[in-house]
């Protein structure tokens, strides 16, 4: 069981590509409540700092250009066991692996692209949030 609240971002190709009200109703259809959103733009610095445990890994100068090329949607979300509940519906990282009715199955398109972001952990979950929110824009 984790806690009531995790981390998402809608992901510049989901972003691009139209999904955000899509998403946004499966996020709340599944009993989750916004409790921060906003619609931003990483900078290269940013996204190397939000993906830094990524560093060394063979892609992440791709990430970084893929989480750069356009604006996201942030959100903190609140639901019992939220980062556990909300992994299971956005679906596996490759949408190839991800099981029907997921997000990820629904709105990604590969491995990288791969639509939305969610915390894997309840510590991760508070240090992304922090990142992209101050306490005044949290209800
Ligand atoms: N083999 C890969 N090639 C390209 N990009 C990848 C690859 N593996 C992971 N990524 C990108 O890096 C992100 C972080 O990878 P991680 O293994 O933490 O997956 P995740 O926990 O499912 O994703 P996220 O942290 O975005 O929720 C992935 O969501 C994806 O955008």
Redesign the pocket.
């Given at each position: 069981m984790t806690g009531n609240r995790t981390f998402t971002m809608i992901k510049p190709d989901a972003v691009e590509n139209g999904h955000i009200g899509a998403i946004l109703e499966k996020i709340t259809a599944a009993g989750f409540r916004i409790v921060a959103m906003k619609y931003t733009q990483l900078s290269k610095r940013d996204a190397e700092e939000f993906y830094a445990i990524?560093k060394e890994r063979p892609?992440f100068g791709?990430?970084v250009e893929f989480m750069t090329r356009g604006p996201i949607v942030p959100a903190i979300l609140e639901k019992d066991n939220a980062v556990d509940d909300f992994r299971a519906l956005i679906g596996a990282?490759n949408p190839a692996e991800a099981a029907e009715g997921t997000i990820r199955k629904l709105f990604a398109t590969s491995?990288?692209e791969?639509a939305v972001?969610?915390s894997?952990s309840d510590e991760n979950a508070a240090i992304e949030g922090a990142f992209h929110f101050s306490g005044r824009e949290v209800f």
């Open positions: 990524h892609f791709e990430l990282t491995i990288g791969n972001h969610g894997d």
